[in-house]
């Protein structure tokens, strides 16, 4: 019996094209359950979950949210279309790395633990129990001298004295004062030194209660730290730009009445009224203003100062006799010795 006839039949029966297909997708069997294995999502699985610290990186991923903390998760079958649940609220953002590695931004939440869920779409492919607790360490609030930028006409009439956005020991602010706006700079800086440039945006001068996160050198404000020189460009609550310049402590300042030596041709300009610009209520203002010659004066200072380590203080200069104190109006900037000083509180530092 002939294997293949005149009609091209195997063995009289099967067609030969047919059974070269046939013997084609059997071969290929092999090969696609291989593909099959090499290609298959594997199961996301969550090795462990460890709280980190943030950048600003995170900081615009935020887009001006409040982050309550940052997770580095490592596990397996990671991909970067998962979703990331805390307990029963959406993370800010599930940040992925690798099939390994990925963040996790945990938004504004209540202290406690909390399950850490991914999601293929609405379906749970991993979670890791307790893994996510929230605490809020012991940070203070302070109260901040600084610039608003580029704020939305809405945001410009909403922010007056008293304003608050949120809680304040949760990343919101206060407005303490806030003056008229003005054209802003933007910093251009090498090393030590820098230009300023005009900018299309205007900034509103300002004082603001916020929360500082940590002490000393580590205080920080939505993870950017107050030891940088300033001005320190920070993001607040709902993605409010503040530059802060510079700090004030959050208790009320004690009256003081300083007799200066001011020296300079700037003295030509001093006039008894002047006013410190800052907003704030411990502002020197020059009561009066004794001898006067072209080069130098004698003044009255009336302003608000604060206890210390070294003594009474404004704005971070002690206001003993033989210190320099310096005051800054729209018109001039001056800087003078001081001969005498009166604090009108019974206990001194």
Known sequence: MRIVDERGRVFGAINLVDAAVVLFLVALLPVGYGAYLLFKPTQPMIGSVTAVELGREELRVANGSVI?????????????????QVGDR??????????NSADVLVGDMPAGEYDLVLLDGVQTVARAKAAVKIHYSAGTAVQTVGRFIALTPQQAQTFKPGYKSGDVSRGGFEVVAIGAPRPAHDQIRLGGSGIDIPSAASEWPAVLLIRCDGVGTACTVGAISLANPAPVAVTLDGGVRFNIDELLP??????AHLQVRFTGPQ????QAGD???LLDSRAAVVAAIGTRDANSATATLE????????????????????RTVRIVTDRYEAEGIVARADVESPTRP
Request: avoid cysteine; hydrophobic fraction near 40%.
């Open 68 to 84: 309550a903390q940052k997770l580095k998760i490592q596990g397996t079958g990671f991909n970067p279309l998962l979703r990331a």
């Open 275 to 277: 006013r410190d610009t």
């Open 267 to 270: 003295v030509a300009l001093m």
């Open 90 to 99: 959406p993370a800010l953002a599930f940040v992925f790395e690798n099939p």
């Open 303 to 322: 302003l608000g100062v604060d206890a210390s380590s070294g003594g009474w203080s404004y704005r971070g200069q002690l206001v003993r006799p033989g």
């Open 250 to 255: 959050t208790a009320p300042p004690v009256r």
